[in-house]
């Protein structure tokens, strides 16, 4: 049986959705090769070949010369009969086509677009659509990969989306279907294959489409402009005697500077099209592969395309006759400035480097072949970056000598996320007029860089030294001579170390602070380059290791989070503070039934615990909360594993899976998120009894078949403190045991003595404490402790009988088994030592959350999760302790924000405070919550608000206030002057205020 395989209109550019048949070079019936042109069509930009790629014969029907064609709709047939002029109407198209995976009645093809002149392949990256969604015109259907950035394929028909598609990484030709467009869903059909290197079909299977796994739709930049551009200015030059060109063409050829004369035309008849201009002028590729080449032995493995391209361009490089030239320059004064206008130095140096190139336009010109110079008066300053995957990319900062710093600081932002994941589009990293590279941050002490075709010079910068940071040009000798670029050096150092000159008063304001910074190091990101499986993995997926994977996902980095739970959300989730939240809601309903009668309203007060709904509603919140979380975390794109990591070096992770063998990842940084188990001290027979279930922590207080009837609690601190209450509220008898002479040693001391007074009215509270020992069995557990509590102060031994005894002795990291020391992290104590930036002593490994100590809080563990992030994108950022809050969830409320008067004092802060009793609220006295009271501490030499301290009802809520206040470094007179309503107990906040600002004020006069 014969085969037939459909020629489409191909894509020839981003914008284009049809064209018009222009000629037909082949007749039906005709002989053709795999690669013939066989048509020519016009597209909105120009006149372009039909290529195909498959040999066979020509069949009709074909489109009429003229007729106008979608954009992969059928131009003619190719037939593997000879003397099959045309294929009948119901004839079958058959199975296998063009590429091994169309067939012809599949649909209209999806063509991998060219989205670059030098793009040939493109690989799959994403499907933003799966095989049955409806599609408009105008969708992204995919992502892929060019030799320069991930782009997107956009589609210009509706339809529905139909197999065979080709798998993420496939590498299709231009031109060649990665799937197609069916105009009825039901015939939209589910296979995928997988196509190599080669471009041979490896793999043909049914894929079934999950709407749960669909990849969140991210959005990218358009794609790029056809092959052959003609923008400019240039006329077209006028037509070779004796010769057809299509106008197309001789645009083309008055833009690049072609001559017409002897070129050969493919076009029908021998015409010139705009393809023949192109290849007049040799592609880099075509440069670097005239070039003789030596063998080396070895098995190769093929480049990709980004690699390719870098190694074309660098080759093609060869064909610039350069020289170089260094001048040390001090940037100490340029890099002040910058920061005081809050601008980056890279930015700040592209614009120094055009303010002295006004003088020096020469070095902004380029070398045409054959024999021209382009005398280009636009600073388009290319500037080199490091891509999150390893890559260098060069991003351009476009229209540097009319733009102000501030809006090429607000462009750079833009360019240097997109280059960090390679999303640029072709305009903002083609055609750069000049280039920077910068690795002073690396601290190499000097360096050339090469100047690739299309550029005259290039500057690189290396570390600052004694001397100055040495910048060195190599400059192409065709257009530039060494006392031009020395010149040239020598006006850009005078621009850089005077920048006053030019920056206006923020650059002469910097100066006076000069001295104190001296780097040209711009923000880049420290994620070291390599080939790594992933560029970050974060270990542990409680709050510290989810947000940092969400931050940094959500700016495009490939990033693995494996935890040794099935689910996100850590100790938070699952043992921590929503569970005991749950416990607490279900506690406060019982507790506040208890005032009903004060108000009026009697019948209520004898609430009965139901325990199993409980429980259920405790493990619905938690699972939901769970599975959201797992759900929104794959959304991201972050790979989240299940299992344990540890380290086997500073870039190889081992993770044990919960089933099946352990394997390794390598990783260019990564972030240990690992939180900090419960601590049980070696009391005698608490640990032995953590297995029967007799003690218990916070870890395992979660089994409880039902609330104990007595429960003894070990350790005072804020769970202590959670959990005493929660179960009294149950009915429960409480006995808690201090080992010091407090409780709640954490909390603010008046905050704290207040609560004290108020627990005391409803459990046993017994401080200092000897704990002796914890013995029996669930349900008759002795707790055997003594104090000093003789009548004259002497030791009394005690024993309490209960059912179960919880330890809330704290918590502590647990890092054995990570095998730091085999990567060099240190220890300050049991938790990881990091800077405020949360980087580690190795460089390239950071650590957040629990595991590292101090406030032992989701919300804390959350934010050092964010700072890592950021500080792993290139963005400086620092975990400021001092302006971090805590709740405790007793009953009232204990919170925290900010420094107590003491801390401030510590600080050598001049602080002063001011307290306001919940008793004189009226919102308060309406609802009987008048225990506790707030307090605000003012920096007295600013007014600024540095701390607030609750004991209320609601500080879960009111807390927020004092967040914002502190956070956004309010004064006391903006609070007094703000406007709260009433009755609320926010009221309470503009009072204090005032009642502070009068007090400095009497204070003052004095
Ligand atoms: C009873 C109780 C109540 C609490 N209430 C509150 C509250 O109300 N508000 C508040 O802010 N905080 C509260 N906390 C504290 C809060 O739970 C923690 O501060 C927070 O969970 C710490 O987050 P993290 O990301 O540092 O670590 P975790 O939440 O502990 O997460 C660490 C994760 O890493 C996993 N892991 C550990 N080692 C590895 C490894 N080698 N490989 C893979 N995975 C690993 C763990 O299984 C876990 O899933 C409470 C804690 C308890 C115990």
């Not at 231009?174 to 490896?202: C, E, L, R, W, Y």
């Not at 050969?264 to 393809?275: D, F």
Request: proline share 6%; net charge negative; hydrophobic share 40%.
């Amino acid at each position: 049986m014969s085969q037939h395989y459909a020629i489409t209109m191909p894509q020839l550019s981003d914008t284009m959705t049809e064209g018009v048949v222009v000629t037909w070079e082949k007749q039906p019936g005709d002989r053709v090769e795999r690669g013939d042109i066989v048509a020519t069509v016009e597209t909105d930009k120009a006149i372009m070949d039909v290529e195909v790629f498959k040999a066979g014969y020509l069949a009709g029907p074909l489109a009429d010369v003229g007729a106008t064609i979608a954009v992969g709709a059928a131009l003619g047939y190719i037939t593997d009969t000879a003397g099959d002029v045309a294929i009948a109407a119901d004839e079958v198209v058959a199975e296998q086509a063009q590429t091994e995976m169309i067939p012809h009645h599949a649909g209209t093809p999806i063509v991998m677009p060219q989205l670059s002149d030098t793009m040939a392949e493109g690989v799959v990256v994403t499907w933003e659509k799966q095989p049955g969604d409806a599609i408009k015109r105008g969708d992204i259907v995919a992502t892929v990969e060019t030799d320069k950035a991930i782009m997107d394929v956009e589609v210009f028909q509706d339809g529905f989306l139909s197999g065979p598609i080709a798998d993420v990484g496939s590498v299709v030709e231009v031109g060649h279907p990665m799937g197609f467009i069916v105009d009825d869903a039901a015939k939209a059909n589910d296979t995928g294959v997988t196509i190599s290197a080669d471009h041979k079909v490896q793999d043909t299977h049914k894929v079934a489409p999950h709407a749960a796994d669909k990849p969140a739709h991210i959005p990218m930049p358009k794609a790029a402009p056809a092959q052959v551009s003609a923008e400019g200015s240039q006329p077209p030059v006028g037509r070779p005697q004796g010769r057809q060109a299509s106008p197309y063409a001789r645009k083309v050829a008055g833009q690049l500077g072609v001559n017409l004369t002897g070129l050969a035309g493919t076009g029908p008849s021998g015409v010139i099209v705009a393809a023949d201009v192109a290849r007049a002028r040799p592609s880099m590729q075509e440069v670097a592969h005239s070039l003789p080449q030596v063998d080396v032995p070895g098995q190769g493995r093929k480049m990709t395309s980004m690699e390719k391209a870098v190694a074309h361009a660098m080759t093609a490089s060869l064909t610039l006759p350069t020289f170089n030239v260094t001048m040390n320059i001090n940037t100490a004064a340029l890099t002040a400035a910058a920061k005081a206008k809050k601008v980056s130095v890279t930015v700040a140096i592209a614009k120094a480097c055009s303010v002295a190139m006004a003088k020096f336009p020469r070095m902004n010109w380029a070398y045409q072949p054959v024999d021209k110079l382009v005398e280009r008066a636009n600073h388009d300053f290319g500037v080199a970056v490091m891509s999150n995957d390893g890559g260098l990319v060069v991003p351009i900062l476009h229209g540097i000598e009319k733009k102000p710093l501030e809006a090429l600081q607000a462009d750079w932002t833009g360019l240097v996320e997109r280059a960090r994941v390679r999303k640029l589009a072709p305009a903002e990293y083609s055609n750069p007029t000049f280039t920077i590279s910068n690795m002073g941050m690396l601290g190499v002490s000097h360096f050339t860089a090469i100047p690739t075709p299309g550029i005259a010079a290039i500057l690189a910068i290396a570390a600052n030294g004694p001397h100055g940071t040495p910048f060195t040009i190599t400059g192409d000798h065709r257009v530039l001579n060494g006392a031009d670029v020395a010149l040239y050096l020598a006006t850009l150092k005078q621009t850089i170390e005077a920048p006053e000159s030019w920056l206006g008063a923020g650059g002469a304001a910097a100066e006076t602070v000069a001295g104190a910074a001296a780097t040209t190091s711009a923000p880049v990101s420290p994620i070291p380059e390599g080939n790594w499986d992933f560029p970050v993995v974060v270990v542990g997926g409680g709050p510290g290791g989810e947000d940092c994977a969400r931050d940094l996902a959500d700016h495009g980095v490939k990033v693995m989070m494996v935890n040794n739970e099935p689910f996100p959300g850590g100790e938070c989730l699952w043992r921590g503070c929503i569970p005991s939240k749950a416990w607490r809601a279900a506690a406060d309903v019982i507790r506040n039934r208890a005032h009903d009668a004060d108000m009026g309203v009697d019948g209520t007060n004898t609430p009965k615990l139901n325990w199993e709904q409980v429980e259920k509603h405790r493990r619905w919140v938690q699972t939901s909360r769970g599975e959201m979380a797992l759900k929104a975390d794959r959304g991201m794109k972050i790979d989240v594993r299940e299992g344990y990591g540890e380290f086997v070096d500073a870039h190889t992770l081992k993770i044990t899976p919960v089933e099946g063998e352990p394997y390794t990842v390598s990783f260019g940084a990564a972030v240990i998120a690992t939180g900090a188990p419960a601590f049980v001290p070696p009391i005698p027979g608490a640990r032995e009894n953590l297995a029967t279930g007799g003690v218990l922590t916070s870890d395992t207080i979660w089994n409880l078949a039902k609330p104990p009837k007595k429960l003894g609690i070990v350790g005072g601190g804020v769970i202590g403190v959670e959990m005493a209450q929660i179960f009294r509220d149950f009915g429960t008898e409480v006995l808690m045991l201090e080992r010091h002479d407090r409780i709640l040693a954490e909390v603010e001391e008046e905050i704290a003595k207040a609560l004290i007074a108020s627990l005391e009215k409803e459990i046993t509270v017994v401080t200092s404490a000897d704990i002796k020992e914890a013995s029996g069995k669930p349900g008759k557990m002795k707790l055997r402790y003594s104090n000093k509590g003789g009548a004259n102060k002497e030791d009394v031994e005690s024993v309490f009988d209960c059912d179960v005894i919880l330890m809330a002795t704290g918590k502590r990291p647990d890092t054995s088994r990570l095998n730091l020391d085999k990567v060099g992290v240190e220890l300050d104590g049991a938790a990881i030592k990091v800077d405020a930036r949360c980087q580690t002593s190795v460089a390239n490994i950071y650590a957040v959350g629990d595991v590292v100590g101090g406030y032992m809080l989701a919300h804390t563990a959350a934010t050092q999760g964010r700072v890592a992030a950021s500080n792993l994108l290139g963005h400086a950022s620092e975990y400021d302790q001092d302006r971090d809050c805590g709740v405790t969830f007793s009953r009232p409320q204990a919170g925290f924000v900010g420094l107590s008067v003491a801390q401030a004092k510590a600080k050598g802060i001049d602080a002063v405070e001011a307290k306001m009793p919940m008793s004189i609220d009226a919102k308060a006295m309406i609802t009987g919550e008048t225990e506790g009271m707030i307090k605000l501490v003012a920096d007295k030499a600013t007014g600024r608000i540095i701390g607030v301290h609750y004991l209320a009802d609601h500080t879960d809520t009111l807390i927020g206030i004092g967040v914002m206040m502190v956070a956004g470094e309010m004064t006391l007179t903006q609070v007094a002057k703000a406007i709260f309503p009433h009755p609320t107990q926010t009221e309470l906040f503009g009072e204090l205020a005032r009642r502070l600002l009068n007090r400095l004020r009497r204070t003052a006069k004095k």
